[in-house]
């Protein structure tokens, strides 16, 4: 099995930064897609921004410019850098990850593992 585990979150005034971080462990034998999603009270989980294996991105248009999403594929760990927060930024944000894990002669691929979810709250 694979787990993520997200850190980074924290209270923060508006117009501060955070960068949230996702490490994934377990018998990983590769990454493929990894992204950041979000989910404010009574609201629905919503994209952030997604990170293929071989780096094309995609951003929801809130996140256009003030978020980037990177990967260090040797640590297996993406981030999310946040900059200009807003109140409205304030939500749960969860890890999601695409991943091929297990041996190499019996590989198994899971295209939905989240992890617990950091907690973001910008204060206005």
């Known amino acids: 099995q694979v787990q993520l585990v997200e850190s980074g979150g924290r209270l923060v005034q508006a117009g501060g930064s955070l960068k949230l971080s996702c490490v994934a462990s377990?018998?990983?034998?590769?990454?493929?897609?990894m992204g950041w999603y979000r989910q404010a009270p009574g609201e629905q989980r919503e994209m952030v921004a997604r990170?293929?294996?071989?780096?094309?991105?995609n951003y929801a248009d809130f996140a256009v410019p003030r978020f980037t999403i990177s990967r260090e594929d040797a640590k297996n760990t993406v981030y999310l850098e946040m900059n200009s927060l807003k109140p409205e930024d304030t939500a749960v944000y969860y890890c999601?990850?695409?991943?091929?894990?297990?041996?190499?002669?019996?590989?198994?691929?899971?295209?939905?593992?989240w992890g617990q979810g950091t907690q973001v709250t910008v204060s206005s």
């Open positions: 377990g018998n990983i034998l590769n990454l493929n897609d």
């Open positions: 990170m293929s294996s071989s780096g094309s991105t």
């Open positions: 999601h990850a695409d991943v091929f894990y297990g041996t190499s002669w019996r590989p198994q691929h899971d295209r939905d593992v």
